[in-house]
């Protein structure tokens, strides 16, 4: 109770400290003043990163440097810090205010730190489980994504740190990322791709956007107008400032022209012996280097940077409030997937639990610029250890003996990647690193009770073991308290409510973008080769495109076990403003206190246009004691019912009918509604 208490006191906390997220007229006014003053050297010096992670300050103008940092899941960079669960776990909660509450927590542990900028979080939409960035974004539904992104970011921002938003945009693989073109068509970036980025804009007023590595079609992220100017600035009223991803720029007037504010790590392109002859000779004009300037000084004003400390001594750099928000989150992340009366385990002296894997006395994360250095972490074998006396835990060595595995009541068999098996800058393996199937096979032929842990960033290839073993345990990337919430799932002192923010195919080959996903033939332009990724699979991706193939996943989306279990009953749709609120009665009709995600499905029912048969417009995560029942409502804006139309270049409705599914995952719909619109 004093635990819970302390959280309690320190998000109010955490929360009562606001800061500005709008840009105002004074700030821009302010920001011009100071253009006004600068040379041209000094402008142009500015747009290009400084000391890998700064922003180059200009003493005689007042204007501090500003400290950068990666990333989605902790703050890293030369520090040791919280180490979250990854993105998508985070997603996996379904739990808004958990996930702002991590945001804030974030947010502290930047302050602590002195970092202005966290570079995160990620949205790119998880098309395909070989992605070896997957872990660090939100999932395959742009809904979800949207949702978990923007109370990230009011998150960290409500705590005077400025978010980014990356990879913009159709960053979805890491396989030669640099010389290969994501092409889609208008309809699939609007509907699919960009409404998480979207959100970030004009939701949470994200301060700062990240281009990406890859081109789009056919142009690099970084100098791309109809990403950044038309999309962006001009649709979407962004007002913040673009800066690339690091060593992702190729061409000085192309990045200029396109729209790129700031040049990520230094000016490999943006400096002043490549500027300064295009502007001598009128292909840039210099208002062009003054508008970028503005757009930076602008947002830091707007964060107080110019007249406040950055660096918050009274936050401790081991928070307190952090690791009680990494705890609740790697709890409300894990996904049951399957229990066959194996969880939860039961304790005594008597009932010997064996521990074996790769990585059953580790905290895996995944590599790259999301790997974080953790202050401490929590291994599965030191959280099964720290549950008590009264249990009898052992850890493997190795291989177990047959005779080890057999007078064993129970077998936990902790598998799956880390941050050399997963990581950026390369795509990872749809099974599990090698040796790994064989060990769960070897415990499974040997006890009854096998219960696999999976740390990974999406789905793997079970069909060698699945039916073989007793329960299975999505873990993801936990963090740093994963292995002691891990251990209190099994234990059932913490009742599993995460669900899938994607569908886990039985095979690969299942996978809607599978026909599409390696490059296709290099083509050449403006002298740089590189090639193509079509992503002909359009707006069908994920679990729109397993119900158009009618093609049975081997986990849906939106799919998690529970120990208790729910009905749904009594629903209705009412009218409400420009859309409907979608209400209905849950119940807890199992054996213990639990919490349910409820998912909202909308579907025309005679489109014009080809659109999938329902999308994910909203849910809701309710916690239920055994026994009671709550009645819950999601309010389902005019938007819901949209789709995007290449004609108008737009979002419109079509007058008609259209089913709204109530279920538990997309697979398992327990109600259904009509409502005309």
């Known amino acids: 109770m004093k635990k819970f208490l302390l959280a309690i006191s320190l998000f109010a906390a955490a929360a009562g400290a606001v800061f500005a997220q709008s840009i105002t007229q004074e700030d821009c006014d302010r920001a011009r003043e100071l253009v006004s003053q600068m040379t041209l050297r000094e402008k142009i010096d500015y747009i290009g990163g400084y000391d890998k992670f700064y922003i180059r300050g200009i003493e005689r103008l007042g204007i501090p440097q500003i400290r950068m940092a990666d990333g989605p899941q902790g703050v890293r960079n030369n520090t040791r810090s919280t180490l979250f669960a990854c993105g998508v776990a985070a997603a996996a909660s379904w739990n808004e205010a958990l996930v702002r509450e991590m945001g804030v927590a974030l947010g502290q542990d930047s302050r602590a730190r ?183 000084l602008q947002t830091l004003i707007a964060f107080g940077f110019l007249d406040r400390e950055q660096l918050d001594r009274s936050i401790s750099e081991d928070n307190a409030y952090s690791r009680d928000v990494a705890y609740r989150l790697s709890c409300e992340s894990a996904v049951l997937l399957r229990n066959e009366g194996a969880l939860p385990l039961k304790p005594g002296r008597r009932n010997k639990v064996l521990l074996m894997g790769p990585n059953a006395s580790v905290i895996p994360c995944g590599g790259g610029s999301g790997r974080v250095d953790p202050i401490y972490s929590i291994s599965l074998a030191e959280g099964m250890k720290g549950l008590g006396r009264n249990w009898s835990v052992s850890v493997a060595d190795g291989k177990p003996s047959v005779k080890e595995l057999e007078s064993a009541s129970a077998v936990i068999v902790s598998v799956g990647f880390n941050s050399k098996t997963e990581k950026e800058n390369s795509d990872r393996t749809f099974s599990l690193p090698e040796g790994q199937d064989e060990l769960i096979e070897y415990a499974a032929a040997h006890n009854r009770k096998v219960i696999v ?198 979002w419109v409705l079509n007058p008609g009918y259209f089913n709204i599914y109530i279920g538990s995952s997309s697979a398992d719909i327990r109600l259904v509604e009509e409502v005309l619109m």
């Open 114 to 296: 002195g970092v202005h900028i966290l570079l995160g979080p990620g949205v790119n939409i998880y098309r395909s489980p070989l992605c070896g960035r997957n872990f660090e974004y939100m999932g395959e539904d742009p809904y979800l994504a949207s949702r978990a992104a923007v109370n990230y970011i009011k998150g960290v921002q409500s705590q005077g740190v400025m978010a980014t938003i990356k990879h913009f945009a159709l960053n979805n693989q890491e396989y030669d990322r640099h010389h290969v073109s994501s092409d889609a068509d208008e309809r699939t970036m609007n509907e699919i791709y960009f409404p998480a980025f979207r959100a970030a804009v004009e939701e949470a007023k994200v301060a700062s956007v990240m281009t990406s590595y890859n081109l789009v079609n056919g142009v690099h992220a970084a100098e791309n107008p109809v990403l950044i100017r038309e999309n962006l600035r001009d649709r979407w009223g962004f007002k913040g400032f673009v800066m690339s991803d690091w060593t992702s720029t190729y061409s000085a007037l192309a990045s200029v022209k396109g729209g790129l504010d700031l040049e990520m790590p230094q000016a490999w392109c943006m400096n002043s012996d490549e500027l300064l002859p295009l502007i001598e000779a009128g292909l840039i004009d210099e208002s062009e280097i003054d508008a970028k300037v503005q757009n930076i």
């Open 453 to 650: 842990v999976i740390y990974a960033g999406g789905a793997v290839d079970m069909s060698r073991w699945k039916d073989k073993v007793s329960a299975i345990v999505m873990g993801w990337y936990p963090g740093q308290e994963g292995g002691k919430a891990i251990a209190n799932i099994l234990a059932g002192k913490v009742n599993p409510s995460g669900k899938l923010p994607m569908s886990f195919e039985s095979r690969l080959e299942d996978n809607p973008s599978w026909k599409w996903y390696y490059p296709r033939e290099p083509k050449t332009k403006r002298g740089f080769s590189y090639r193509y990724v079509t992503y002909g699979e359009g707006i069908f991706s994920g679990y729109r495109g397993y119900e158009k193939a009618g093609i049975e996943p081997a986990y849906p989306f939106g799919y998690g076990l529970s120990y208790t279990e729910f009905e749904y009953s009594g629903s209705k749709c009412i009218k409400s403003g420009d859309g409907y609120d979608v209400v209905f009665t849950l119940s807890n009709v199992g054996g213990r206190d639990g919490a349910e995600v409820s998912q909202v499905y909308v579907g025309e029912k005679n489109p014009c246009v080809k659109r999938p048969l329902k999308e994910l417009k909203g849910f809701a995560k309710t916690v239920l004691r055994k026994g009671a029942s709550a009645r819950v409502t999601i309010h389902l804006p005019a938007s819901a019912f949209e789709y995007y139309d290449v004609k108008s270049h737009d």
